[in-house]
């Protein structure tokens, strides 16, 4: 190739950029021992929100999860553990079927939910505040939205029609 034809491609490559314009903005708040990333729409959070939850050992990794939800625009808010593991909890209203699938397609896009021996995902539960304010941990947790209404276990695949039905809540 001469010089002329590396110079007319490299002058129509195009470096890639950050996807900066595409985020929206996230104030970022430590209290309670828990970091919060607080999206512009956190207000839209009512009375049947809740969460899906990842639990981490990266505190690193959690940070940029939480915060990249947010500015993506997959939730309204997110938060995780002050500390070096623990827990992240992604918020959405609980009967906003399209949100659930936007964040489980972005758990699914990064390996956020743990897979069993045989490769199939843990049927992991969406917990609203509700359940979290009264005291509803282990067993005497009863989840009514779980990953099984949205994703094929086996697979990691989405359902094409999801089994979810928020008038049932």
Same mark, same amino acid.
């Given at each position: 190739?001469? &010089?002329? @034809?590396?110079?007319?491609?490299?002058?129509?490559?195009?470096?890639?950029?950050?996807?900066? &314009?595409?985020?929206?903005?996230?104030? @970022?708040?430590?209290?309670? =021992? %828990?970091? *919060?990333?607080? =999206?512009?729409?956190?207000?839209?959070?009512?009375?049947?929100?809740?969460? %899906?939850?990842?639990?981490?050992?990266?505190?690193?990794?959690?940070?940029?999860?939480?915060?990249?939800?947010? &500015? +993506?625009?997959?939730?309204? @808010?997110?938060?995780?553990?002050?500390?070096?593991? =623990?827990?992240?909890?992604? #918020?959405?209203?609980?009967?906003?079927?399209?949100?659930?699938?936007?964040?489980? +397609? *972005?758990?699914?896009?990064?390996?956020?939910?743990?897979?069993?021996? $045989?490769?199939?995902?843990?049927?992991?539960?969406?917990?609203?505040?509700?359940?979290?304010?009264?005291?509803? #941990?282990?067993?005497?947790?009863?989840?009514?939205?779980?990953?099984?209404? *949205?994703? $094929?276990?086996?697979?990691?695949?989405?359902?094409?029609?999801?089994?979810?039905?928020?008038? $049932?809540?």
């Amino acid at each position: 190739m001469s &010089e002329d @034809e590396i110079a007319f491609i490299e002058s129509t490559i195009k470096p890639m950029e950050p996807e900066s &314009e595409h985020t929206l903005p996230v104030s @970022e708040v430590s209290a309670g =021992g %828990w970091v *919060f990333y607080i =999206g512009e729409d956190a207000e839209s959070l009512g009375d049947k929100c809740g969460k %899906w939850m990842y639990f981490f050992n990266d505190r690193s990794f959690a940070e940029k999860i939480c915060r990249q939800a947010v &500015e +993506q625009g997959v939730v309204a @808010e997110s938060k995780h553990s002050d500390a070096d593991d =623990g827990v992240c909890c992604f #918020y959405i209203n609980g009967d906003d079927a399209a949100a659930h699938q936007r964040l489980i +397609q *972005f758990f699914l896009d990064n390996d956020l939910i743990r897979k069993k021996k $045989d490769g199939g995902l843990y049927n992991i539960s969406f917990k609203f505040d509700t359940q979290t304010r009264a005291g509803e #941990y282990g067993e005497e947790f009863d989840s009514h939205i779980k990953l099984e209404q *949205f994703v $094929d276990l086996n697979t990691g695949k989405m359902l094409e029609h999801p089994t979810f039905q928020p008038e $049932d809540l």
